[in-house]
C-alpha cells in the first residue's frame, strides 16, 4: 500500500491504485481500477473513472471528471472545470458503452480552466489549450491553442512561455533560456 493522503469526505473504491505522496481532496471519487501516479493531486469534487491511467504530478483543479478512455502522461495539468468526453454522438436510449472514444493527454501537456476536449482528439507533449477552448482536432506537441474551434495561435515551451520563432526558425525560452527549434511546423527541444 502506498503513502497517499485522501481527505475524509473522498470516495475511493476498491482497486484503485495511487502512487505515494498523492493528495485526493474534498468530495472526489475514484472509482475500480484507475492508476494514479506518484505526487498526484487531485483537486475537490473530481471523478476519476475506471481505467483512467494519470502518470506522475498530474493536477487536477476542481469539478473535473476523467471519464474512462482519458489517460494523461505525468507533469499534465488540468484547470478548474474543463471537460473530457468519452462518446461522440451520446444518445441517451443507446447503449454506447462499448464505443468510448480514447483521448491521450502528452507529458507537461496544461488544459485551461472550462476548455472543452472533445474525444477522439490527443493532446500533444507540452501543449496548451486556453480558457474556454473547445478541441476538435489533434493538437500538436507544444502548440498553442484557443477558441472555438480551438484554432493555434502559436507555440509554447515547456516552461508555458510564448515561443518566437527567428528567421532560422530557433526560438528561446525567456523564463528558462532553453532553445527549440520549428522544422515542418514541428516543434522540438535542442
Ligand atoms: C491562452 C493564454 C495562455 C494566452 O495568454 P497570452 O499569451 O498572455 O495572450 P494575450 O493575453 O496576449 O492574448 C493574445 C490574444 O489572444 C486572445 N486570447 C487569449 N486567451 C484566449 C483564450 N483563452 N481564448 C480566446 N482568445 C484568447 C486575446 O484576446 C488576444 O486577442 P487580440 O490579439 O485579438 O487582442 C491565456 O489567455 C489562457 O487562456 N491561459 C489559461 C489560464 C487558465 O485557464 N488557467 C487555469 C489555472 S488557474
Redesign the pocket.
Known amino acids: 500500500m502506498s503513502d497517499f493522503f485522501a481527505h475524509e469526505t473522498a470516495v475511493i473504491d476498491e482497486g484503485c491504485q495511487i502512487g505515494t505522496g498523492t493528495k485526493v481532496w474534498h468530495f472526489s471519487h475514484l472509482m475500480t481500477g484507475c492508476v494514479l501516479g506518484e505526487k498526484c493531486n487531485i483537486g475537490q469534487n473530481v471523478v476519476i473513472s475506471p481505467k483512467v491511467v494519470l502518470g506522475k504530478n498530474v493536477k487536477v483543479?476542481n469539478n473535473v471528471s476523467i471519464y474512462e478512455g482519458v489517460t494523461c502522461d505525468d507533469d499534465v495539468?488540468l484547470?478548474?472545470s474543463m471537460v473530457f468526453t468519452n462518446v461522440i454522438n451520446p444518445r441517451s436510449a443507446v447503449n454506447r458503452k462499448n464505443e468510448y472514444l480514447k483521448t491521450h493527454v502528452g507529458k507537461g501537456a496544461?488544459?485551461?480552466?472550462?476548455?472543452t476536449i472533445v474525444c477522439g482528439h490527443n493532446i500533444g507533449q507540452y501543449a496548451?489549450i486556453?480558457?474556454?477552448?473547445v478541441v476538435t482536432k489533434e493538437v500538436p506537441d507544444y502548440a498553442?491553442v484557443?477558441?472555438n474551434p480551438a484554432r493555434q495561435?502559436?507555440w509554447?515551451s515547456e516552461f508555458?512561455q510564448?515561443l518566437q520563432f527567428d528567421a532560422g526558425n530557433i526560438a528561446v525560452c525567456e523564463e528558462s533560456g532553453e532553445k527549440y527549434k520549428l522544422e515542418n511546423n514541428k516543434v522540438s527541444k535542442i
Open positions: 483543479q495539468f484547470g478548474p496544461s488544459i485551461g480552466a472550462n476548455a496548451f486556453g480558457a474556454g477552448a498553442l484557443v477558441g495561435m502559436g509554447m508555458g510564448r
